[in-house]
């Protein structure tokens, strides 16, 4: 054993020369490149004598032959597969499912007979973070059976397996990946946001018994032929984590278990996980099914490019990614595993197009994905119910708290939701009117009228939420009624006010309603020039 | 779950460009794949004689787990090196696992089979070899990874020239010194 290093490097000098030197004339290098080191020409010796003897024990791929080899061979012919029929615990498997760097799945049925039960067995590699698992999921069971939530795929049992590989017993979720069923059922964007609010209910619901998990991706959200979404490994992520602690704490090592390009900016920067993670990931999540692609740049696969790319660069609007004319193009970046789309091809699995995708995600889906994606963790919506409350409030046509909150904002909002009655030009009306007159008159007299009009107009679609219920018709109703008593005073800005509304129920198809208004319009203003 | 292709060739892509955390990362995953090729080729039905070809195994595991457009040429050769590595780890914890059986409750077994004994020899020489090869990591990390490139993996000298990015002469020396030097180490 050479444990000095000076020594094996001048041995390793000569050695590296000697063999060069024919063998008749090795004996007077020798004497010259040693000297007098008899310690150093002995090893020398050794070492040459080594390098000429062609030892067959130890060859070219040595390692796996002989009896020795053929042992390892079978071994890996049986390998860590387990043949149908073999009992994990109390269950029997069927048949293998799934397979990642970790772990194969199991489809198993119990094997007691007692009931008829389908479950999926999670068989862990061997050598991969073992020997804590078996107690630290004895805690974990218990929060985790908590989370009954029918969004969540139970986690059942869990044990010690076949050569003391650890096993985890979960709910058997038939179905495809939440992105899969999106595309193939070709989902609209209101149905794919409905899919999207069954994911969070069951993450929020998870959260409130406590329990992060950590590792929101598609592949491990499942969604069944009749259309519900099930999430898979609730907790699993910390119950693998060698470094968690029972709190909530991973260190930057952990970040191995993630799929790293689905880790949050604290993820990476090795700070706390939280709640706010799940916030994070399901923004991704919501960012992925709504355009189709990832909202950065992942960068040429460099770690370090992808976790600083993770950590600061910032989102491509949605509604801008899917105007790219391929995904990965104009900042945004292909979807970890997949190829990139070509934007018609996005739109098509929408059933749309891409100018119309782009317009529905403009503003409030742009926002809302957003501020769940924010770096600062602060900074997302404080908890996963008001990202619920966020999506809710778009399905329903109503204003939501990531905007900021303007007059033109909730009256655009308002007329929205009425969208079904409201038409277009009645929208256009609308804000056409309030804005235009506000930055286009130039008089000084016109321009205050116009202001009036724009104040009384966002007054007038400015509604208290209980009243939300209104038909465009009552609320028409009610505005005519407000210009008539409360701007008696000031003719000309009832007039205008009164063609305006008179403009609107024509939009409504209430014909007589709209030609009394221009009649009584037409009286106001023949009182005014005085006739 | 499949491993996901890109992240191999992104990890690929970075150790090439020499990020050690990256081959921290790939060990792992060519570690899994390797085994799972290796089950393939054994049970594939035109190998009665259970033949393990080292060199079709890792390329088998390379045109798998790496995105071909997205590489270099030298790429697959840090693919070789990572794998050689692999294939190291899955040798001596076979080599582990045997040594573990024989001090447990396969003892009677060894004794009576005589086809045990030879196995288990070879497995606790490989297990020295193996501590071996780690105190020649620390005088010349160059010569371990030859050792890994052609005793483990079994790679062609031309492959491991490759690999390790030397000529295919200093390929050919190198493993003539691996070799001595690593007989020197066993003989205390």
Redesign the interface.
């Known amino acids: ?2 444990s000095s ?1 000076d020594l ?2 001048r041995a ?1 000098r000569i ?2 020369e000697a ?1 060069d030197v024919p063998a008749g004339q090795r004996a007077a290098f020798l004497d010259r490149a040693c000297g007098g080191d008899t310690q150093l020409r002995a ?1 020398v010796e ?3 004598n ?2 000429e003897i062609e ?1 067959p ?8 032959q ?12 049986k ?3 387990v043949p149908p029929g073999t009992t994990i615990g109390r269950y029997r498997v069927v048949r293998e499912i ?4 970790m772990s194969v799945v199991y489809l198993a049925e119990r094997a007691d007979g007692q009931f008829r039960q389908e479950v999926a067995v999670k068989l862990l ?1 061997s ?2 973070a073992t020997g804590h698992i078996a107690r630290r999921f004895d805690r974990e069971r218990q929060i985790l059976a908590q989370a009954r939530h029918p969004g969540v795929a139970r986690l059942l049992d869990g044990g010690t397996g076949p050569g003391g590989r650890p096993y985890l017993v979960m709910e058997y979720v038939d179905g495809r990946p939440i992105e899969r069923y999106c595309d193939e059922e070709r989902l609209s964007v209101p149905d794919r946001l409905r899919l999207f609010l069954q994911v969070a209910h069951a993450v929020e619901d998870a959260h409130r018994n406590l329990v992060v998990h950590r590792d929101i991706k598609p ?1 491990n959200i499942l969604v069944t032929a009749d259309g519900h979404a099930k999430l898979l490994d609730f907790g699993i992520a910390k119950l693998l984590d060698p470094t968690a602690t029972s709190g909530d704490a991973l260190t930057g090592s952990a970040i ?1 278990l993630m ?3 689905w880790a949050s900016p604290e993820q990476v920067r090795g700070n706390p996980v939280t709640t706010a993670s799940d916030v994070y990931q399901l923004g991704l999540l919501l960012y992925l099914l709504l355009t189709g692609c990832f909202p950065y740049d992942l960068g ?5 490019a ?1 976790m600083l790319a993770i950590a600061q660069r910032e989102p491509v609007r949605p509604s801008s990614a899917v105007t790219s004319e391929v995904t990965g193009q104009g900042g945004c970046g292909v979807a ?2 997949q190829e990139p789309k070509a934007a018609e091809e996005i739109a098509r699995a929408r059933g749309t197009t891409p100018g119309r995708l782009r317009r529905m995600l403009c503003g409030d889906l742009d926002a809302i994905t957003l501020t769940a994606l924010r770096k600062d963790p602060e900074k997302r919506y404080g908890s996963v119910a008001q990202l619920i409350d966020d999506v809710e409030r778009y399905l329903a046509g109503r204003t939501i708290s990531a905007r900021p909150d303007t007059w033109t904002y909730r009256t655009g909002k308002l007329v929205r939701r009425h969208a079904a009655a409201f038409t277009a030009a009645l929208a256009a009306a609308a804000l056409g009117l309030a804005l235009g007159l506000v930055y286009t008159a130039d008089l000084m007299e016109q321009r205050d009228r116009a202001r009036q009009q724009a104040e009384f107009l966002r007054e007038l679609f400015e509604v208290p939420a209980q009243s939300a219920a209104l038909t465009p018709r009552q609320l028409l109703d009610r505005g005519v009624a407000r210009v008539e008593i409360e701007l008696a005073g000031q003719p000309e800005l009832q007039a205008d006010l009164l063609e305006d509304l008179g403009q609107m129920y024509l939009d409504l198809g209430l014909h007589d309603e709209a030609r009394s208004l221009q009649q009584r319009a037409g009286a106001l203003r023949g009182d005014l020039r005085g006739e | 779950m499949p491993e996901n292709p890109a992240d191999v060739t992104s990890l690929l892509v970075a150790y090439g460009n020499g990020d050690r955390e990256a081959f921290d990362l790939l060990l792992p995953m060519i570690y899994d794949d390797l085994r799972r090729v290796a089950r393939r080729q054994l049970n594939r039905v035109g190998n009665p004689d259970k033949v393990l070809d080292t060199t079709v195994l890792v390329h088998e595991s390379y045109l798998k787990m790496v995105d071909q457009n997205r590489v270099d040429w030298q790429s697959r050769a840090h693919f070789l090196g990572v794998a050689a590595r692999a294939m190291r780890q899955v040798v001596i914890d076979y080599a582990r696992r045997r040594g573990a059986a024989k001090r447990g409750g396969g003892a009677i077994q060894t004794t009576i089979e005589e086809g045990h004994i030879a196995i288990n020899d070879q497995a606790d020489f490989l297990l020295s070899l193996d501590q071996a090869l780690g105190r020649l990591e620390a005088h010349s990390p160059r010569l371990a990874r030859i050792v890994e490139c052609r005793f483990f993996a079994g790679l062609s000298e031309e492959e491991t020239a490759a690999a390790m990015g030397v000529s295919l002469r200093t390929a050919q020396r190198d493993w003539m010194k691996a070799r001595a030097w690593l007989q020197e180490e066993l003989r205390a």
């Open positions: 054993m050479i290093n094996w490097q390793d050695l590296d063999l090893l050794r070492l040459l080594a390098a030892d024990g130890f060859k070219s791929g040595g390692a796996l002989g009896s020795f080899g053929e042992n390892f061979r079978d071994e890996l012919t390998g860590d597969e799934g397979r990642g760097g590699q050598g991969i592949s191995r799929t790293p390009a040429d696969g460099n770690p370090a992808r970890p595993g």
